[in-house]
Each structure stands twice: as C-alpha cells, then as structure tokens.
C-alpha cells in the first residue's frame, strides 16, 4: 500500500519533508508536487532506485528522466561544460517550469540518461518539491508520477488512481499550480531545440536566450524519446475540432449518441450539449486553462467517458504548450 503524507502546499510542515526524503534515502520511490505536475521522485545517484522508477511506470528504459535540483550552485553537481545560453536562461527562469538539456556530469548513472550524454536538469518553484529536494540534499530523477502513456497527474488522487500500491509514498501537497508539463529546451544544441512546449512561450524563452530555437523536424530520428504520440493520453478517444466551431461540436456529441457512446465535450466557447452529453467548460486563458486541462481529463476518464471532444485552443503562440498537449491526447505527432 502506498502512504499519503498530507502537507502544506506553501509551508509544508518539517515532519512529513522529513518522512518522505527518509524513504527517498532509503532508494524506495516517492511522489511529490512540483509547479507543473506531480513527480515521482528518485535518488539520481542511485543507480538501483531510479531502476525501479522506470518498473513503476511500465516505463520504456530508452526514454530519459529530468533530475530535480534545488539551487543555482547543484548545477555544476549534475551537468558539465554548461554553455553561456544556458546560464542566461537560468537566471531568469529557475526555479520554474522549463527543464534544460544539458552535458551529463559522469557521475550521473546511465540510467537516468537512458544511456546518453546529456541530462534534463529542472529546478522546481513548488516550495514542497524545494524543501524535499533540500531535505534529500541530493538532486532527485523525476519523470511525471503516472503509468506510461498515462494524463500527466496533477493532484495526489491522480497518482494514487495510477500508481497505487506501486510507490512507497506520495507526498499530498495539493493540486499542481501550473498543470501542464515543462518546457524541455535542448541547449547542446546550436541553435537550441524545443523539444516540448511549456506554459512558458517560446518568444520569452528566446528573448532571454538571444537566439530562435528549433523545433524537431517531424520524422527525425526522436532524441528525445517522451515525444512520441500517443503520450498524455486520456483512456476515451478524442477527437479534435477547430476553435470556434460550435456547430461541429454539437454534431459530434449527436452523432455519437446516436452510436450508443457516452460522449463528452472540453470547450472553451459556449456550448449547448444535446441531453445525455457531458460538457466541461475551460478558461479563455491559457494559464487557467493548462491549471485545469489535465484534472478535467482525469475527472471524464474516471466518470467512464468513452468520447471527448476537444475544442481546440486559439492559434496563438501563447496556446503552444496546451496545442501540443491535446495534439497527443488525440494521438497524433
Ligand atoms: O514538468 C515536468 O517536466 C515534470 C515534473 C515532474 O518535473 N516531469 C516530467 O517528466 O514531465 P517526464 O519524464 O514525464 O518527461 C520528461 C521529458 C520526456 O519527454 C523526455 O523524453 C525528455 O523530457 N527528456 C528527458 N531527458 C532528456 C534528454 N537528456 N534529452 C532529450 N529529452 C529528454
Ligand atoms: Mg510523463
């Protein structure tokens, strides 16, 4: 059985910090908050108890896992031959949402890297995840607290609905703040590349990077191995509609009761659902939105929803992030 540790999301409180980093010490597996979503924490240098990381999930070994720092100065401690960008660009954004893809330092374990040379490092805001880390005092390998494939968790039901019994413990610090994954941005590379969208927009990003990124080129061979379709998955199928149209929106949800289905409908305009329809409502705004986006996913999975039809999101690049998100929740590249 796994052991929920309830803790304050702002002041999280000395004693439940200090049962989970024991068990973390001890190589046993941990779920905690971060700002963008739960993840499930194991020591970095600790070959056998990242092993276990990867068992937990069903996760694939080839697929790399983001270590979790807790200062400016840990930097040097995970990661080698640091490039100026990369400096830049954790002055302004760490702590925060955007992981950097970095030269691993040797003594990371292969198999956080799955086997590669570089290391995604992430200096998380969430002060649960800030004073875990600190407690541990070394970094943690962190991939999103959820069986492979799965909705990214953003409350600690989420993790316990898929991993239960699998972990040691979660960490209940409260629902994730931000809601949707970091930005994974690769600075080995010249120019650097975008490999995931985040809640932080490109633009910021490569303003304060002084240079335009790049994004794979669909087909290249996958260096980063989490972008494959098919990830961020909810379990009903989904279908995506254009912004704006309602009328198609409608259509579908008629259509598949008439096929006998239990649909549902994720919109930001307004809807009118013909009777037998879920429909769930989202905010014009992408940071409401991405706070909200992952939970209405799990919510429509839990109530047995067998249909979701998306509205998807404004063709503005401040929507990058959550475009991509719904990309994968429908499957496609
Ligand atoms: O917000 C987040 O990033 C959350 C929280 C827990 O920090 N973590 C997370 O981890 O989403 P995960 O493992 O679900 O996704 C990490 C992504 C994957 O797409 C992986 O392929 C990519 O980052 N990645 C990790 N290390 C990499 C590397 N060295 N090179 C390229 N991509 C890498
Ligand atoms: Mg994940």
Do not use: M
């Not at 056998?48 to 401690?77: C, M, Q, T, Y």
């Not at 949402?97 to 290391?119: D, F, M, Q, S």
């Not at 880390?133 to 970094?139: D, F, L, M, N, T």
């Amino acid at each position: 059985l796994t052991e929920r540790i309830l803790c304050h999301p702002e002041s999280p409180e000395p004693e439940a910090i200090a049962r989970a980093a024991a068990l973390l010490r001890q190589g046993e597996l941990v779920a905690f908050p971060t700002e963008t979503v739960y993840g499930l924490g194991a020591l970095a240098f600790d070959a056998d108890a990242v092993a276990k990381v990867f068992a937990a999930k069903g996760r694939p070994s080839n697929n790399p896992l983001i270590v979790h720092i807790a200062g400016r100065d840990w930097l040097e401690w995970v990661a080698v031959a640091i490039p100026p960008v990369a400096h830049r660009l954790v002055e302004t954004f760490f702590p925060g949402p955007l992981t950097l893809i970095l030269h691993k330092h040797e003594r990371i374990p292969p198999v956080v890297t799955a086997g590669g040379a570089t290391v995604g490092v992430r200096w998380p805001a969430h002060p649960v995840a800030q004073a875990l880390i600190r407690a541990v005092g070394a970094p943690l390998a962190a991939p999103s607290a959820n069986r492979f494939t799965e909705v990214s968790p953003t409350t600690a039901d989420h993790v316990l609905k898929s991993l239960d019994g699998r972990i040691a413990a979660v960490l209940d610090g409260g629902p994730c703040p931000v809601g949707i994954e970091s930005a994974v941005l690769d600075v080995t590379t010249t120019p650097p590349t975008l490999w995931r969208a985040g809640i932080l927009s490109q633009a910021e990003l490569e303003a304060v990077a002084g240079q335009p990124f790049q994004r794979p080129q669909p087909g290249a061979v996958v260096a980063s191995p989490g972008q494959f379709p098919r990830h961020y998955a909810p379990r009903a199928h989904v279908e995506l509609v254009l912004p704006g149209d309602v009328p198609n929106i409608e259509h579908r949800l008629a259509r598949w009761l008439a096929q006998g289905q239990r649909p549902a409908a994720l919109v930001i305009s307004e809807v009118t659902p013909p009777a037998g329809a879920r429909l769930l409502r989202l905010p014009a705004q992408p940071e409401a939105y991405a706070h909200r986006l992952y939970a209405a996913l799990h919510e429509l999975d839990a109530q047995g929803v067998e249909v979701i039809v998306i509205e998807q999101v404004p063709a503005d690049p401040a929507w990058d992030g959550l475009r991509d998100r719904l990309h994968r929740a429908a499957g496609k590249p």
